[in-house]
């Protein structure tokens, strides 16, 4: 039973334009959510997060976005540049600092120039 | 946030053998993970490394098969035994803290033949 999803495997989108990657979890206790970056043969970098008190997060060109009646977040990468292609993954914390994150297969998104 | 060094990077191993990966941390942290990726999969948890007692294992995982070592706050060791082909895998370590967030290692790029 996957508690977090990304029903999209892979994501292309255009130099410049917005990126929008979809994350929906099951557990309703999860509390913090968090989005990774991963390339090949590194681990995941961190990117940005949202609390479960929040609906909106932004840093720089990143916004994650949390929608908890629908248990539904996404990440907009705005604007999309070619450094961008990565796989992408969402993840999400019982309990902030203190538990494991349960991970999303992740969305391999490419920025074509 | 804290910074993790995670060895070795990458390995090929013979089936039979185990291989032990390490991770030092930079400052003390209370909650260490390991976790697998599979290739072309997410993250999945194979247990808690807690100071002081024994790992905390996922459904799925035991120790025979993947004894860890936590002897103080900024070291772990995950051993992979008795290795086959479907271990490979990349291998990654994480802390969680209250005031670095989650950090996650490099990984270890684990081949078996």
């Known amino acids: 039973d996957q508690q977090v999803k990304q029903n999209s495997p892979s994501l292309s989108v255009q130099e410049g334009r917005i990126s929008i990657l979809n994350c929906d979890y099951t557990?309703?206790?999860?509390?913090?959510f968090l989005w990774y970056k991963k390339y090949p043969a590194e681990g995941p970098t961190f990117l940005i997060s949202?609390?479960?008190?929040?609906d909106k997060n932004e840093d720089g060109r990143f916004t994650v976005f949390l929608n908890k009646s629908a248990k539904h977040l996404s990440l907009h990468i705005v604007p999309s540049q070619p450094g961008d292609s990565a796989v992408y993954f969402c993840?999400?914390?019982?309990?902030?600092?203190?538990?494991?994150?349960?991970f999303g297969k992740g969305t391999r998104l490419s920025v074509i120039a | 946030s804290a910074v993790i060094s995670q060895k070795p990077s990458r390995d090929i191993c013979q089936r039979g053998t185990s291989l032990t990966i390490q991770c030092q941390v930079d400052?003390?942290?209370?909650?260490m993970f390991w976790y697998r990726q599979q290739p072309g999969q997410s993250l999945t948890l194979i247990a808690t490394?807690?100071?002081?007692?024994?790992?905390?294992?996922e459904s799925g995982f035991v120790i025979d098969k993947f004894p860890i070592s936590r002897p103080n706050l900024t070291f772990s060791t995950l051993t992979v035994s008795n290795m086959s082909p479907e271990d490979s895998s990349i291998y990654l370590c994480?802390?969680?803290?209250?005031?670095?967030?989650?950090?996650f290692g490099s990984g270890t790029r684990l081949t078996v033949v």
């Open positions: 994480s802390v969680a803290s209250a005031n670095y967030g989650y950090t």
């Open positions: 949202i609390s479960s008190i929040k």
């Open positions: 490394a807690n100071q002081g007692s024994e790992a905390t294992y």
């Open positions: 400052s003390q942290v209370t909650m």
């Open positions: 993840a999400a914390s019982l309990f902030a600092g203190n538990t494991p994150l349960v």
């Open positions: 557990n309703s206790m999860f509390d913090y």
